[in-house]
């Protein structure tokens, strides 16, 4: 069960719901990345329903490696492992067999490649990537892709965009087996295909026409907010999107800034993950709704106020600038806690206001305001 319901528009932006068999998102809408199923900093599943975060997004590759993704399954699956019943996102490892990965090698049936934990040789197929993430039993299961280096020349990016078409054919073949299964831990999950070419705009329309045909459940662009100038990622996006299926939503995989997004939503993206909102705020970088805000600066020693003036979060509804201040100079786990919570807490309230802008027509004005002040430093 996926559906996928476009309620308006404002220019390319687009304002819906996406129904799945662990509920209802609505979109736009930022996941929040608990990568080894966990938000780094302390924050629980029972965390995130208080800050407002409608999916989780797992990682393949990690979970495979620590703790096994066969004892997930034998603990009844990722949901109830981590104690999450709202829609769960898995990524297909691609991303880290490209990036953490110093030894690989890549060939038609897959790649092997070294564990960043142990060394151990790994080796990682579309067809073992579903597998995976079937015992996960995610809602949403990423395609196996190759991540090609930024910059990569045009010649082995269009190689790489053809092998990842005859992966994607084969993870969808894959995951059709895997959900006719008596015992699978949910038949209903849904597979996402990505589009990749680099920063070529024929590549990527191309890339993006090819799968398009093979009627995914949704559809990522991958490959960017890896290096390249911000201008090139929206000029990609603004190639590729005429060519994305209307009536499926749309994900820009590891993006980003507010800033970032509200551009990108401008573009017609739909869905986007970041750990930047976890990481900012573990190094005492916090969001507010006047832009960034580093906690450490002498001057809040004795500040009374919260974080933001303006946000209900948890953290701000509690505690002074001061006191955060005193915990991250006195290294304390604390810190973490309630720097994350406010960060991620911001990130799905801005998703909400941009949610409530394209309700009411006025999201050409929020941008106007928004989108250079949110990433700018106090």
């Known amino acids: 069960m996926a559906k996928y319901t476009l309620i308006k528009k404002e220019g390319n932006a687009r304002r819906g719901t996406f129904e799945t068999v662990h509920g209802t998102v609505q979109t ?11 938000i780094k900093g302390g924050i629980s599943s029972y965390d995130l329903v208080d800050l407002k975060c409608q999916v989780e997004l797992c990682n393949t590759y990690h ?12 603990m009844g699956g990722l949901h109830k492992f981590m104690g999450w019943d709202r829609p769960i996102l898995t990524d297909s490892g691609g991303f880290q067999v490209f ?13 092997t490649f070294a564990s960043h934990i142990d060394g151990r040789k790994i080796f990682m197929s579309p067809e073992i990537s579903m597998q995976i993430q079937s015992n ?27 092998r990842t078409t005859r992966w994607l054919i084969r993870c969808k073949a894959e995951m059709e087996r895997l959900n006719s299964l008596p015992d699978t831990v949910n038949p209903n999950q849904l597979l996402f295909g990505i589009n990749q070419g680099c920063v070529y705009e024929d590549l990527r329309i191309a890339h993006m026409k090819e799968i398009a045909k093979l009627d995914l459940d949704g559809y990522a662009i991958g490959g960017l907010a890896v290096g390249e100038p911000a201008a090139d990622m929206y000029r990609i996006i603004s190639a590729v999107e005429p060519h994305m299926p209307a009536d499926k939503p749309r994900y820009l995989m590891g993006v980003g800034t507010p800033g970032n997004i509200i551009e990108a939503v401008s573009r017609g993206v739909d869905l986007f993950d970041c750990v930047m909102p976890s990481r900012n705020a573990r190094h005492d970088h916090l969001n507010t709704w006047n832009g960034i805000r580093n906690i450490m600066n002498a001057k809040y020693a004795e500040d009374e106020l919260p974080i933001d ?18 915990l991250f100079k006195a290294n304390e786990m604390l810190a973490m806690r309630l720097a994350v919570a406010h960060n991620l807490w911001f990130y799905n309230t801005l998703m ?8 009411n027509g006025t999201f050409a004005e929020f941008k106007e305001k928004y989108v250079d002040l949110l990433d700018s430093r106090i």
């Open 28 to 38: 736009p809408a930022f996941m929040n990345v608990g990568t080894s199923a966990a």
């Open 63 to 74: 979970l495979h490696v620590r703790p096994g993704d066969q004892l997930i399954r034998r």
């Open 99 to 111: 990036s953490l990965a110093s030894l690989r090698k890549i060939k038609e049936e897959g790649v």
């Open 136 to 162: 996960l039993g995610s809602t949403i299961a990423m395609a196996f892709d190759e991540c090609v280096e930024n910059p990569s020349t045009h010649e082995y990016s269009k190689k790489s965009c053809e």
């Open 309 to 326: 003036t303006e946000c209900g979060c948890p953290t701000c509804r509690r505690h002074s600038r001061a006191y955060l201040r005193h």
């Open 352 to 359: 909400e206001k941009i949610r409530e802008a394209l309700d």
